[in-house]
């Protein structure tokens, strides 16, 4: 049952980063469109860019975290490895939960920052609060997605040597 909510949930991750990434490449298009041939750039492009490649990436934190393919710095890796595969997957796993735990924390106190103060983005003046949200919710499906590598272990990674 709980793969089956993980999984329906980086679907939909899946599908929300895509979308978004189009929208993203829509507006730059179309930017770059109306600068070159009429001189009349859209108002905030650069921002609405900003917050769909930081939504994009997140949305794509999901994925990532549920298959434990994380970008990894292999230091001590081969050593761990080479020690015991089960605790070098036992490592990978707590690390990988400790991290997205730390981020989400981080995320609830800047969100409630952002409200109490009323922060808003420099030009459309679009409320962080709500963005901050939004990201928020994809970590926290992150860190859900994340207990899968627990029980499934990672995908598609192999130590290097």
Known sequence: MFDKIIDTLSKAG???GSILLAMMMLITVVDVFMRY??????SGSAEMTQI???????????????????????IFEPFIDRLSTRLYRL????????GTAFLLWV????????????????????????IISVLIVFV?????????????GQIGHEPAD
């Open 52 to 74: 769909l490649l930081t939504l994009t990436v997140f949305a794509g934190f999901i994925l990532v975290s549920r298959d434990g393919t994380h970008v990894v710095v292999s």
């Open 107 to 130: 995320l609830i106190v800047a969100v409630r920052d952002a409200f109490e103060y009323e922060d808003v983005t420099e030009g459309l003046e679009i409320p962080f609060g709500w």
């Open 14 to 16: 899946l599908i929300i």
């Open 91 to 98: 490592v990978y796993a707590i690390s990988n939960t400790l």
């Open 140 to 152: 926290a499906i992150a860190l859900l997605a994340g207990f899968k590598v627990f029980t499934k």
């Open 37 to 42: 041939v009429f001189s009349a750039p859209i």
